[in-house]
């Protein structure tokens, strides 16, 4: 499985941005895969999971409302769709794959077995 983010760039406060995500080997039946993010000097968070089989999706609290994310799994692709974005989303996002998921370790970002190579995505206000 090889994960590639992109879409990130420089955008302003209330503004979108959508992110995507090549996901070659995670077949959408049988991985769930999510979106964490990173702001410098802060630890790693999860921003949204979408569980295998694009069931179900879960969302942090901090981006609930706003965030959408979404999968094809024909095109093997994962994307993450941002509505009004604040100065706080200003983070390096990465997509992340794994297989054996429950809804009580999607937050956790060791639960994943793969990983992009993370899109920086800066509000400014």
């Known amino acids: 499985v090889q994960l590639q983010a992109s879409g990130g760039g420089l955008v302003q406060a209330g503004g979108s941005l959508s992110l995507s995500c090549a996901a070659s080997?995670?077949?959408?039946?049988?991985?769930?895969v999510a979106w964490f993010r990173q702001a410098p000097g802060k630890e790693r968070e999860f921003v949204t999971a979408l569980f295998r089989g694009a069931s179900s999706a879960h969302y942090a609290s901090s981006v609930k409302g706003r965030f959408t994310v979404s999968r094809d799994n024909a095109k093997s692709m994962v994307y993450l769709r941002m509505t009004s974005l604040k100065p706080e989303d200003t983070a390096v996002y990465y997509c992340?794959?794994?297989?054996?998921?429950?809804?009580?370790?999607?937050?956790?970002?060791?639960?994943?077995?793969?990983w992009g190579q993370g899109t920086q995505v800066t509000v400014s206000s």
């Open positions: 080997g995670a077949a959408g039946s049988r991985y769930t």
């Open positions: 992340a794959a794994g297989r054996s998921l429950i809804l009580s370790t999607i937050g956790s970002d060791n639960a994943y077995d793969y």
